[in-house]
């Protein structure tokens, strides 16, 4: 039995632990659940005041997530980008178009995200604009770490961040379209936009 390298698979799971542990820390600062002993209907209007309350504390933790994963992402494309670079001007030309190209889809997803979380256009804008910081500290710590040998980034890095996506996914935007329409047309659409995403995907690492 020849020994398997799982250090891809304790990166995913280390970063599906961390975020687990980073919306833990959000909900347990964003305040407790208070108790109502009243008549039963203001018990019942408490009870929708309070899940509407709830809702709107769950699109807050999903924005705050959201952040966090951009950022993590925009470093990880950094780290990609600066990596390129060392590999030759060609290669770092293509993969920092190719980093753009996918990138304008997935920032208008995240603006819309945080606008839905609450974050007025220019706070998700500013936001934005401050995980845009991870793709330079990404690229400048890919060009130090290359440059002395280092196999981090491939190893650890890139499978925590896919980690991080994975939880984000499954906690936060699979429960949201189950919770949707039900209309089998909207249920089409949302399918096939996941396919053409991976599509795209697929085409991005191959070319």
């Known amino acids: 039995h020849e020994p398997h390298d799982m250090t891809v698979g304790l990166g995913v799971l280390g970063g599906i632990i961390t975020f687990l542990v980073v919306e833990k820390t959000v909900r347990l600062f964003s305040g407790g659940h208070g108790h109502s002993h009243s008549?039963?209907?203001?018990?019942q209007d408490d009870k929708s005041k309070k899940s509407i309350k709830n809702k709107k504390e769950e699109m807050k933790i999903a924005g705050y997530l959201n952040l966090a994963a951009d950022f993590t992402h925009n470093f990880t494309d950094g780290l990609a980008i600066g990596a390129s670079?060392?590999?030759?001007?060609?290669?770092?030309?293509?993969?920092?178009?190719?980093?753009?190209?996918?990138?304008?889809?997935h920032e208008i997803g995240d603006f819309a995200i945080l606008v839905q979380?609450?974050?007025?256009?220019?706070?998700?804008?500013?936001?934005?604009?401050?995980?845009?910081?991870?793709?330079?500290?990404?690229?400048?710590?890919?060009?130090?770490?290359?440059?002395?040998?280092d196999d981090i980034v491939s190893s650890l890095v890139l499978p925590f961040t896919a980690g991080g996506f994975i939880y984000i996914a499954t906690v936060s935007v699979i429960p949201e379209l189950l919770e949707g329409s039900n209309k089998f047309s909207q249920s089409i659409k949302e399918i096939l936009a996941l396919l053409a995403g991976v599509?795209?995907?697929?085409?991005?690492?191959?070319?």
Do not use: N, W
């Not at 599509?199 to 070319?207: D, F, N, S």
């Open 199 to 207: 599509y795209m995907m697929v085409l991005i690492a191959q070319y």
């Open 117 to 149: 979380s609450g974050c007025s256009r220019g706070k998700a804008m500013m936001f934005q604009l401050l995980t845009a910081f991870g793709a330079i500290s990404g690229t400048f710590l890919s060009l130090y770490l290359e440059s002395s040998g």
């Open 85 to 105: 670079y060392i590999a030759g001007s060609h290669v770092g030309i293509i993969t920092t178009i190719t980093i753009l190209l996918h990138e304008i889809p």
């Open 39 to 43: 008549t039963d209907k203001k018990k």
